[in-house]
């Protein structure tokens, strides 16, 4: 009859990734002929769990540069965005204690895909994708077999002399004949 054992350990009770896409806009100081880039940077975020859901709370640093006075001076926009993202993480086996750890990852760091000009305005498009795994305690069953493995015998050790020795004596100098 076989024999089984329960053992409590950390896994992962529920993952999940989600993709956001949001246009934010700014008014530049001195009106915009050209939008020549657009970069972020100094994303930091961290996830909590308020019931069945996981509140992500980030923020970026973005960084717009934009030509002005018809194509002839340059001026650079920094704004901080803050961000809320609610997901909803189903467990795919029950957790056997109130608490688990919720990692997020960001598997796609924010991007701008896109920037327009439109009514003294600039917009910009940041994408990025975020992954969240619920950690939590969970049991594991498993067989036991309780017959006793066999030891090894374990043989002196030789002395290494002899074995020197046993192969300058086997070698046959020759081989090539």
């Known amino acids: 009859m076989a024999n089984y054992k329960e053992i409590v350990t950390k896994a992962v009770l529920g993952k999940g990734k989600k993709t956001f896409s949001h246009t934010y806009s700014v008014v530049p100081s001195c009106p915009a002929s050209t939008v020549l880039g657009c970069w972020v940077i100094n994303h930091t975020f961290q996830g909590v769990k308020t019931g069945d859901k996981i509140t992500i709370n980030g923020s970026f640093d973005v960084n717009i540069w934009y030509s002005c006075e018809n194509d002839t001076s340059t001026e650079v926009i920094k704004e901080r965005q803050s961000y809320q993202e ?22 796609q760091q924010p991007t701008c895909v896109e920037t327009r000009l439109e009514d003294g305005k600039i917009f910009y498009t940041i994408e990025k994708e975020l992954g969240v795994e619920l950690v939590g305690d969970t049991k594991v069953k498993i067989q036991v077999d309780e017959d006793e493995e066999p030891w090894d015998s374990l043989d002196e050790e030789e002395n290494k002399e002899d074995t020197f020795t046993q192969i300058d004596e086997d070698v046959n100098e020759d081989y090539l004949d």
């Open 86 to 107: 609610v997901v909803t993480v189903r467990a795919k086996s029950s957790a056997d204690s109130e608490t688990e750890d919720i990692i997020v990852r960001s598997l």
